[in-house]
């Protein structure tokens, strides 16, 4: 076996072993939502994630990738159906013989990698994507409704803006718009479609007083918010270190090595700013905030995690998680209600980090801040007509007694915890 | 380093890496196992599945891996103890200089990978089916029967299985038959014994009413049942995809991208499809058969995960789930009492999938048959032999008294959330 | 690509896919605590180890990393700020051509595997130690004065230890002291550190009563402790198996599949041996005991897990469990409190396992002792005077009333589990 073909074995299997831990982050949504949620909504938001992932696998094969990698044209790929290996790598799978094997090898080891391998690394960032858009608007969001935003954010919304800065061909790759790991293309895509469903569900009732208070919900279980917290911590080391072997060479180890370095310092810093800011930002020390500083600064390393004097990574994570920080205080003001604080985490670290990634790997800051202005408003506004139309059509919010009694009982009919006793009433309904 | 030594190298990792993560799936099994049941029995599981992990690994160290594959003569191994590193590999890592280890290596290297990165690989798949009798037989099955049952499955029933199966010279392998990960092997065969088990501890007091009613009793703790499953789905990349890297080679990799990609969609498919029948089969939407859909998704797909036309892997996901999630109102009408819907799940969903691999690989449907149910027959009957003597000589089952108060009180002295106030009473006794 | 360069990719990359597992052990100190704790110090021991582990990062890229390798003479490296790709490193990373690339890498491939992989992998083991500590000081010790001696821990104690064992130079390792994986330098390390820490700090008001009785305390949560312990097993595959990837080749292969079996089957023995020995010890079939006997198996395997005949690494976790188990006991009597009994575990393991590799791996039993010897009383010192100190200048024990109350509500306004009924009163307090 020579050199090419053990890098396309060494790359094939960075990315499933990668993505496998990508995959892992879905579980890590899941336990940081249903134990932030009151308790009444814990069961719902795991079904809700446990069913985004399975909505992404099959939409993202249907559809989604061919729109996203296959003859992007500027703006769109190909609406074909299905994906699968290349007509070499079947034939390859096919042999039964050495001889076989011997022919028909170098015609797949030229591609670089196996196309499903790739695939697979593709399809768990979708995911991801999905999961932002789960936390921010638990506890009133219809299941159906948001089953079908996912459906159409895996298909439609994530796939286009995939063409455009990752696809070969895409308008925004062609200006040289830099985010190797997807702070705009898969957090802030995230961040906005949650936004523009936060802006058309609304805040859940009680939330924000007619004084102007702000209520915070009690959350059911701090234990599976932090476990939630490690787990896409750990899955981040794929997100972002899966994302550069580029040639499964030593040249791709190095920098795959700093990225998951650099990946790791961002996120510890993040931790450490926002433990240290949440108290004269939000005048509390908070626990929500430095677990959520820790993903904000993972957020903002993944535009421009390459780069070769970690210390930067350092102050981007840092200053991510500032950003994250004052961003929970700038949504309590606007009375956006987001129920674990994935837009600042999200959207406001992703943002931050695309700019950042100008300073830290030399991309054009103006080619950067255009990217995160077109992909946003693209998203913000497909999501936001998607969203309204589905409040037309079907509703998208629970009723108000639905939203008393929990959306476990009404929509699923299985409390998270039916045989613990819980407090009488931790509604967020003004007792007046 | 040559092309055959780097192979030896990547094959032995990527039987640890992989395997790590199906030894990973016993956490998954026992978070599934542990919310599952009622609170007062949520200790008892996870010891009992923490307990057969240990059991597995120390049996199949002594006695299984000997029976199931050395100098196999149709029907079972050798009766020799231990295992260990080969000859030629002892002689390499006594190396000292780099003269020794040019000497050595390539009499290592012809075994193609690494003799303790294989057991490995076979040591956590006997845990996996130890995993599935445990969830089966919750709340009434003693602590002590339970771990000496566990010792006999994986010491003897289930090497005598892999003996036929997977063993050089079994005669199922030589006749063909074809179970690429172990829908029959692994988990029909954990299905199997579990069903044996079922039938001689009985179902929970007050599960059937007299009056044809079937009782639901409260699961402990969603978000961990919910957990488990995530944690499974993960496993199972390794448990299917660490199954074919045969030689280390492009092909190899190629394959394995195509059955990771084949074992995730089939998963997907069974979550949608259990979601969707679970209202007309069971008369409710249900988490607990949504979350059982993919795992009997990924069942379904575990005998024959390599075709190359990955939708097939959704048609045979999506039959496995609906399977599955029929097999449930199956076992209630049978009284049959399977706490968390094992039997369902790998047993029925290994059977068809073991099935369809005729279809998706082209392997013989009759001698699938024949495979299916020799091994069925032989797994039922030695275990219900087996259950049905440790039955009568220590009991098998706790008392109905136990069974009111809770394991975790009786044989545990510990309950799983001792600060936590409970409802009054959520037994099943009938309340006449 | 030829043979060297392909090895050091395989070493790059199996650093930072076993490193990527060992962070995860973070994550399972974290739940084993958490869950181990009472419910109203739940939040706080979560806070702790998400901030210890952002501490550790930190910290030991500012400094630690440095005093532990960088030209390490006898008793120390080098008093130099942060870390990096090496010169040739960054210089093929700025390659933008082939041919740059093939002239940059030779000098890179030399190096064994990517500087940042290295550090990676080195920074999550003084994670560890830092998470042992937390462990047993749970329930009392302040946020503030914990995070401090973290700080100090992961910059100061624990590299000079490691300076004196594993750096090239260090007087231990030109003595001949063998510690793999850690038992010592990781393990008792933290063990020293946190007896220190439970004298200065004393037992929790009311553990040990005046007329001589020990009162146990309830845990909040069994499953997600088991879970903990789990995640723990599964790292230590990588904590083990990632530290003898010596040369990326097939001896290499070899040795880490051995490590990775042997280090499963000490686990296995210590589970089954701890659910053995603990009715006689401690007077009752214990699960705490059973799950602290996996982990002192663990731990014990962890300086020597190299030897090729798998049946010794049973008997040495056998032997390491029941070593935790007369700890556990010993602890007891000598009124030392340890919430989660992580000194039996990590430090009497750990001495056990340092001793035992004597035996195992051939190293000399003297030299053995006097690194444990040594490394105990540098460590226990220093510790000792850090914690007067830090109780001298700020306090490092929470109030009477702040431990009846709980941590949670004192220190960090947020219970673990805000909306369910507690049981009125969980205090050790003695009731007269």
């Known amino acids: 076996m020579g050199g090419a073909e053990m890098s396309f074995v060494l790359k094939s299997f960075s ?28 069961s719902v938001i795991c079904l809700k994630n446990f069913g985004l992932y399975a909505i992404a ?8 990738y061919n729109l996203m990698y ?11 159906f299905f994906v699968g290996p290349s007509e070499a790598e079947v034939a390859l799978m096919g042999c039964v013989d050495a001889a076989c094997v011997e022919a028909a090898a170098p015609a797949v080891v030229e591609s670089g990698q196996s196309e499903m391998s790739n695939w697979f690394f593709q399809m768990v960032f979708v995911a991801t994507t999905a999961s932002i858009v789960s936390g921010a608007l638990a506890e009133r969001v219809r299941l159906w409704p948001f089953f079908i935003f996912t459906a159409l954010l895996v298909t439609l919304i994530y796939p286009i803006v995939g063409a455009w800065t990752w696809g070969e061909g895409g308008w925004l790759m062609k200006r040289g718009f830099s985010d190797i790991a997807g702070s705009t293309i898969v957090h802030s895509t995230g961040g906005w479609a949650a936004l523009a469903g936060a802006l058309v569900v609304g805040a859940r009732t009680g939330k924000f007083g007619k004084d102007g208070t702000v209520r915070a919900t009690p959350p059911s279980n701090i234990p599976i918010v932090t476990l939630g917290v490690f787990i896409l911590w750990l899955g981040w080391f794929g997100f972002n270190g899966g994302s550069v072997l580029a040639r499964g060479d030593a040249a791709s180890a ?14 510890a810093a993040g931790v450490i700013a926002s433990f240290f800011v949440s108290k004269p930002v939000l005048g509390r020390r908070d626990l929500f905030a430095t677990l959520n500083g820790g993903i904000a600064g993972l957020v903002a390393i993944t535009a421009g995690p390459t780069m070769t004097e970690p210390v930067w990574a350092i102050v981007i994570g840092g200053i991510g998680s500032v950003v ?5 205080r700038l949504l309590d003001e606007l009375k956006i209600d987001d129920v674990v604080g994935a837009i600042p985490a999200h ?27 077109s992909v946003g408003a693209f998203v913000f506004i497909v999501s936001w007509v998607i969203w309204a139309v589905l409040d037309k059509m079907i509703g998208v919010r629970i009723s108000m007694q ?17 045989e613990f006793v819980l407090m009488a009433d931790s509604n967020l309904t003004e007792d007046d």
Not at 70 to 80: A, E, P
Not at 261 to 267: D, E, I
Not at 347 to 373: C, D, H, K, P, S
């Open 15 to 42: 990315y499933l072993i990668w993505g496998a831990l990508v995959m892992w982050m879905c579980a890590g949504f899941c336990m940081l939502e249903s134990g932030s949620v009151r308790t009444k909504n814990a």
């Open 57 to 64: 696998g099959i939409g993202y094969f249907t559809l989604g």
């Open 70 to 80: 296959v003859d992007v044209s500027g703006l769109i790929g190909s609406f074909q």
């Open 254 to 267: 190095v920098t795959m090595s700093t990225v998951i370095v650099n990946t790791n310092l961002a996120a």
């Open 324 to 328: 994250c920080t004052l961003g929970i």
């Open 347 to 373: 959207l406001f670290g992703g943002i931050w980090g695309t700019l950042a990634a100008a300073i830290a790997t030399g991309a054009n800051l103006m080619v950067q801040l255009i990217g995160v202005v």
């Open 402 to 418: 639905a939203e008393d009694i929990g959306q476990d009982a009404v929509e699923l009919g299985i409390d998270a915890y039916p």
